[in-house]
């Protein structure tokens, strides 16, 4: 058997007027992400570490932010594409491990949800999806509440 593993990392910027879709939910606040999609920054690290274990180049190569077709995309719909590809590559999902990066709002109320919510995206159980909260102590530009970022890593096995 054999087993691979792959981490994703991304940012977006904070901004008034969008919406904060985070682990493919809608999150009441005043500032949303900024992005070509949903710009859901969890689904896309998760994204990238499962195109990173299979050998795929990341998301931005599958999903290039000059496509029109994937303008406002539902993040959740790029995963689901991605665990086609996992699924028809021959590979199982061991587990995703993630960490979110962010000042406010507080995401741990919103975490057993976005576990529901993926699991159900990716055919995995809530107890193979780990997400985790943690802020930049206000340090950088997600200290001073002017971002987001998220970083994901996954085992896959099979072949």
């Known amino acids: ?7 994703g990392y991304d940012v977006h910027k904070l ?18 992400s900024v992005g070509h999609s949903d710009a859901d920054v969890l689904i896309h690290v998760i994204c990238d570490a499962l195109l990173g274990a299979m050998d795929k180049r990341d998301i931005g190569f599958h999903f290039p932010d000059t496509d029109p ?3 406002g995309i539902d993040s959740k719909e790029l995963l689901r594409q991605v665990i086609e590809m996992v699924n028809k590559e021959g590979w199982e999902i061991g587990n995703i491990d993630t960490v979110v990066i962010l000042e406010a709002p507080k995401v ?9 919510v993926l699991a159900g995206v990716t055919g995995l ?19 001073r509440k002017e971002g987001i970022a998220a970083l994901a890593t996954t085992i896959i096995y099979g072949k």
């Open 1 to 7: 058997m054999k087993i691979r593993t792959g981490i």
């Open 15 to 32: 901004a008034t007027g969008y919406e904060l879709w985070l682990g493919g939910i809608k999150i009441p606040h005043s500032h949303g």
């Open 69 to 71: 077709k994937f303008k």
């Open 108 to 116: 741990n109320p919103h975490i057993p949800e976005m576990k529901r």
């Open 125 to 143: 159980s809530e107890g193979q999806i780990s997400i985790k909260a943690t802020t930049s102590e206000h340090l950088g530009f997600v200290g």
